[in-house]
């Protein structure tokens, strides 16, 4: 059974940095598309990056662009999304997860896109 997990959120004050990984088990994750996703408290979920199977072509919401940056280690099974100059409004818990139908050639960032999920790891953005 594929398995993901997010590491590498915690607090950290507006204007500074994170890098979250996604690192999955049992299957490669250059075979699929990949996405990241963030909920907050009372919020929808919102597909935020996604990075697509081989090629990798990247896409980014625009509350994020320029700001956050997807990649891929292949040699680690592991997406990493860098995340720079936070802002509170970018608290909440983030979520990657793979689309495992292969349907598209490029990678979406609709949630409903994706059935397979990691547990998530909070970022809080705060002074």
């Known amino acids: 059974q594929l398995q993901l997990v997010e590491s590498g959120g915690g607090l950290v004050q507006p204007g500074g940095s994170l890098k979250l990984s996604c690192t999955a088990s049992?299957?490669?994750?250059?075979?699929?598309?990949v996405g990241w996703f963030r909920q907050a408290p009372g919020k929808e979920r919102e597909g935020i990056s996604c990075?697509?199977?081989?090629?990798?072509?990247?896409d980014y919401s625009d509350s994020v662009k320029g700001r956050f940056t997807v990649s891929k280690d292949v040699a680690s099974n592991t997406v990493h999304l860098q995340m720079n100059s936070l802002k509170p409004e970018d608290t909440a818990v983030y979520y990657c997860?793979?689309?495992?139908?292969?349907?598209?050639?490029?990678?979406?960032?609709?949630?409903?896109?994706?059935?397979?999920w990691g547990q998530g790891t909070q970022v809080t953005v705060s002074s």
């Open positions: 990075i697509s199977s081989f090629e990798g072509v990247t």
């Open positions: 049992r299957v490669t994750l250059d075979y699929y598309h």
């Open positions: 997860a793979v689309d495992s139908s292969r349907s598209f050639s490029v990678c979406a960032q609709a949630p409903v896109e994706y059935d397979i």
